[in-house]
């Protein structure tokens, strides 16, 4: 019979990110998410390099989206946004909107669904 490795909790995701968690603890919980997201079906929030881009766009738009204070910021933005239904499809649209859409050179500002709540709407990254 398999072990089943429980599941981080909320507090133990949230308390990583807030405490100015390294790359790896950030990668870590990040995956910690996307396990309780997609694995378990869990409301649990997700922040890859796609998800950080696009919520970096359409919530702040302004300052840097690299910098720990910008990851903390954008990891209670996930969170708040995480719906308590259909997380499995919620996780994996913002996933998908990041790898095809609002993609990191030449987004495409001018098709993409959420454009008219987008603070960085049109996004121009050589500007
Ligand atoms: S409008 Fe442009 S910058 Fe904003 S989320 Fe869509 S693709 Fe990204």
């Known amino acids: 019979m398999a072990r089943r ?5 909320s507090t133990w995701v949230r308390g990583s990110a ?13 995956t910690a998410g996307a396990i309780r997201s997609f694995a378990f079906r869990e409301r649990a929030a997700i922040l890859d390099t796609n998800v950080a881009r696009v919520l970096f766009r359409v919530f702040v738009a302004s300052g840097d989206p690299k910098s720990h204070a910008m990851k903390r910021h ?15 499809d919620f996780n994996q649209a913002l996933m998908d909107l990041g790898a095809t859409v609002c993609v990191s ?3 495409k500002c001018l ?12 996004f121009t990254p050589d500007a």
């Open 18 to 30: 807030n405490a100015g968690a390294s790359y790896a603890q950030a990668a870590s919980t990040n």
């Open 105 to 107: 050179r030449k987004p």
């Open 74 to 88: 954008l990891w209670s933005v996930a969170e708040s946004l995480v719906p308590h239904r259909q997380v499995f």
């Open 111 to 122: 098709v993409c669904p959420v454009a008219k709540g987008c603070r960085a709407f049109p």
């Open 5 to 9: 490795i429980p599941p981080p909790t």
